[in-house]
């Protein structure tokens, strides 16, 4: 049998690092998509002690730049034909940011590594993973927007640029683009034999040294917070389970929770109407690139 091709952005840590060991483990060839190539390289050795089958390998992706994005493809493609699975797990949610931070192409860095990089990385795979027998894109959402029940996706001003910032608004903001491009992904490819689904990802155990800046209250917090938490591992069974469960071969356009059930969604999030709205101001950050 031929050997299946997984991607998984922000492998390097926490929830991705795991599903690559679990990935792995059943028989799959993953690449581990990463921005940066120490933590990169450090955590390709880590995964290496603990796998028993398949194989993995590094390349590098800054899923905040649209360069560094076509860069990875196009890498991907030189050696690649097919692709099987893309996980788009790379996320940026710094506590600290009290201000928005622009990318260097000009774009809200949380907007464009959560919701746009991740559109723009599967259009460009979209070719390789309809050449695979059964081709599965998972997008990650996350829990906390059941506290935003009316959260909107601000079609005016995605990026905080005339509004007050929030890195909480702008994190669930994306999130809530990604739970709608699901929807509409897996609508525009039903006649493919590619499923689009969405992981929602619940209270993670996270290593608070990878956030030296925030305060002490904000540390305490999140202490508390990580003893209802569940575990990096615990979480990525679940991305295992949609990547690469037999019985969902033909299920698309859902939300799984942590226990691999269906979970739902808001009703702005389910309205077609809004979803093309959202997806027409993607398109507009991605008119130059493809």
């Known amino acids: 049998m031929t050997t299946k091709t997984c991607i998984i952005t922000g492998a390097n840590a926490g929830i991705g690092k795991e599903a690559v060991v679990q990935i792995v483990n059943q028989g799959y060839h993953v690449v581990m998509a990463c921005r940066s190539a120490a933590r990169g390289e450090a955590a390709l050795k880590e995964v290496q002690t603990r796998i028993t089958s398949g194989s993995v390998e590094l390349m590098l992706v800054d899923m905040s730049l649209q360069s560094s994005i076509k860069t990875f493809a196009r890498s991907f493609l030189t050696k690649y034909s097919t692709l099987d699975v893309l996980i788009h797990n790379a996320a940026k949610f710094d506590i600290a940011e009290k201000e928005p931070v622009f990318t260097n192409e000009g774009i809200e860095s949380v907007w464009a590594t959560n919701h746009v990089g991740p559109v723009l990385l599967t259009e460009l795979l979209l070719g390789a993973l309809e050449k695979s027998s059964q081709g599965r894109v998972l997008t990650v959402s996350s829990k906390g927007l059941l506290s935003f029940p009316f959260l909107k996706v601000d079609l005016k001003d995605p ?4 509004r007050k910032f929030s890195v909480a608004k702008a994190y669930y903001q994306s999130k809530l683009a990604q739970v709608m491009y699901t ?4 609508e525009r490819l039903s006649h493919t034999r590619v499923t689009v689904n969405c992981i929602r990802v619940t209270n993670v155990k996270i290593d608070l040294g990878r956030y030296p800046d925030i305060g002490r209250a904000a540390q305490t917090a999140y202490k508390l917070k990580s003893k209802f938490s569940i575990t990096p591992e615990e979480m990525a069974r679940t991305y295992t389970h949609v990547a690469t469960s037999a019985e969902l071969d033909r299920v698309t356009g859902k939300h799984f929770g942590e226990r691999n059930q269906p ?6 999030s389910r309205d077609i109407t809004q979803q093309k709205k959202v997806m027409a101001l993607t398109k507009a950050y991605l008119e130059n690139t493809l």
């Open 159 to 162: 990026e905080f640029r005339e």
């Open 183 to 186: 929807y509409w992904l897996a």
């Open 263 to 268: 979970v739902s969604s808001s009703k702005y």
